[in-house]
């Protein structure tokens, strides 16, 4: 990390780029609160989330509390509601009755906020702090709103009523796409130290070495896991562990959420629409449990993170890990299913320019992709700049996802980033892909 001045020009140019990434994430932050009336912003739509106008007020008392007082040292906006949007003190259940800003309040305060952001951020120096060096600061506080977007997508989809969010349909498929990937064994870089928005979890790059395995090539689809329902997968205790089977009893689950029989086939509902299942889409809306007893029936498992992070970031050629699967650039509309441009996953085949060098596809976008791996800090980790962010949450309860949905944006989407869940989880835009070992004689 460097701590000398840097040319003026190049804080200018970083200046300018975290505006635009402020005001890109407040449009959307706008269209899905915009996008419905203010009974529908205070109401909770499913015990699992947070009324609408929790999460925005949320989002700009975060980015009061790090930007305006922590990176600006200014005075504080609304001090009296830190305690109101602190989502260690109030638990998602009990949101609704706290006596919340209203809609026009809960706008006015973001607005209020941002504004002095603007403001400081005008005079900032990038290098006085370790937490503003790279905009580091700037970058978390967009990554959060962000998050808190495809949360509120999520609440979107569980909400009932008609439609109030469009989109175009994701691209068709440009390519034939499935089967598995062989991955030879050997050692990969895992993490990163040097992606300057990169979240302490992700941070620092390591070296995993890992025996030879085989990924799928594209995430599973609906038509695959249909034929896992067909086959009675969901009444056969054998293809599930026990704290999963007990789950699948308790919560009756018979297939993913947000589907119901129609006819012979299946039909699923998403913002507010019916349509039938389309086959060669990925499977979304699945529990970690309903993945592991996909996988188990298939003869398969989940990969290891490790393993999905070695397909997606490992290139053979020269044996360094790229930030995505296509390189190191920025995600491009024809790389990934990012950023709530469509409102479902794309049918596989439909990004070959996003594949891997080992050609694994979808990695990107689209689905969440559970893993088998546990919560935890890479070897060497450091809580920066709050234990809050991720380091209470390391441990045996959470799994970790990876690799993005749809509703991800870009800036919080890397072939390094982590997110992690409860395995009952399932209102996320959650799917997988499945793994499993090499056979002798199978690795190059
Ligand atoms: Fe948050």
Redesign the pocket.
Known sequence: MTTTERPATEGEQLRSRIAAELERTRARTALLTDAVDDDDLVRQHSTLMSPLVWDLA??GN?EELWLVRDVGGREPVRRDIDDLYD?FKQPRRDRPALPLLPPAEARAYVRTVRDKVYDLLDGIRFTDRKLVEDGFAFGMIVQ?EQ??DETMLATHQLRSGGPVLDAPPPPEPRARVGGEVLVPAGPFTMGTSTDPWALDNERPAHTVDLPAYAIDAAPVTNGQYRAFIADGGYDEPRWWSGAGWRHRVEAGLSAPMHWRRDGDGWAYRRFGRWSPVRDDEPVVHVCFHEAEAYAAWAGKRLPTEAEWEKAARWDPATGRSRRYPWGDADPVGTHANLGQRHLWPAPVGAYPEGASPLGVHQLIGDVWEWTSSTFRGHPGFVAFPYREYSEVFFGDDYRVLRGGSFGTDRSACRGTFRNWDYPIRRQIFSGFRCARDARPGEAA
């Open positions: 949320h989002v975060q989502a959060h998050q808190h």
